[in-house]
């Protein structure tokens, strides 16, 4: 069965650097986009990037644009989540999914992994 | 990328019909059949419900059924239970983003 296992947060100092892994298994991984979807603590649910099933392209949401970063190894089964800069707002957690039952639904999702940014 | 606008809160007695609502816009809604349903638990990982508007994931119960009109969807539950009590989200995607509505906490009396 599809699985997301996603791992990397932890608390952070403002203005640092983290890099958030979603390791997959249970599916043919080059062949779907992963999403990163974000969610502060009592907050909805904010979307935060996509990545195509073959990494050439790439979107974010206007509030993270120029610094986050997605990619992916496909030899790794592996899609990262790089932030840069971080803020005490960014504090949330985050889940990577996968698009399915169509290319336009985030169907499947892992547990999270919790980012906490604090000096 | 605006969010889309459901209620905060809905609630209902067991048994029960409720309805949630999710307003957009002809830019979002309005535009796309591409509108899912999320129901989360505390501390737990978002769950679809449904999506393309009408269609269940398998494994979802009946109860759950969708509906669209012009830039507004809903989620109807009928015959509501005690452990539907959870917070619902829709979401819209649009071309290359996802956009999301701002949740709503369904209580069940």
């Known amino acids: 069965q599809v699985q997301l296992v996603e791992s990397g947060g932890g608390v952070v100092q403002p203005g640092r650097s983290l890099r958030l892994s979603c390791a997959a298994s249970g599916f043919t991984f080059s062949n779907y986009g992963i999403q990163w979807v974000r969610q502060a603590p009592g907050k909805g649910l904010e979307w935060v990037a996509h990545?195509?099933?073959?990494?050439?392209?790439?979107y974010y949401a206007d509030s993270v644009k120029g610094r986050f970063t997605i990619s992916r190894d496909n030899s790794r089964n592996t899609v990262y989540l790089q932030i840069y800069s971080l803020r005490v707002e960014d504090t949330a957690m985050y889940y990577c999914?996968?698009?399915?039952?169509?290319?336009?639904?985030?169907?499947?999702w892992g547990q999270g992994t919790l980012v906490t940014v604090s000096s | 990328q605006s969010a889309l606008t459901q209620p905060a809160s809905v609630s209902g007695s067991p048994g029960q019909s409720i309805t949630i609502s999710c307003t957009g816009s002809s830019s979002d809604v309005g535009s796309s059949d591409s509108l899912s349903w999320y129901q989360q638990h505390p501390g737990k990982a978002p769950k679809l419900v449904i999506y393309d508007v009408t269609k269940r994931p398998s494994g979802v119960s009946d109860r759950f059924s969708g509906s669209k009109s012009a830039n507004a969807a809903s989620l109807t539950i009928s015959g509501l239970q005690a452990e539907d009590e959870a917070n619902y989200y829709c979401s819209s995607y649009t071309e290359t983003i996802v956009v999301f509505g701002g949740g709503t906490k369904l209580t069940v009396l």
């Open positions: 999914a996968r698009v399915g039952p169509t290319v336009t639904t985030v169907g499947y």
């Open positions: 990545i195509w099933y073959d990494g050439w392209n790439k």
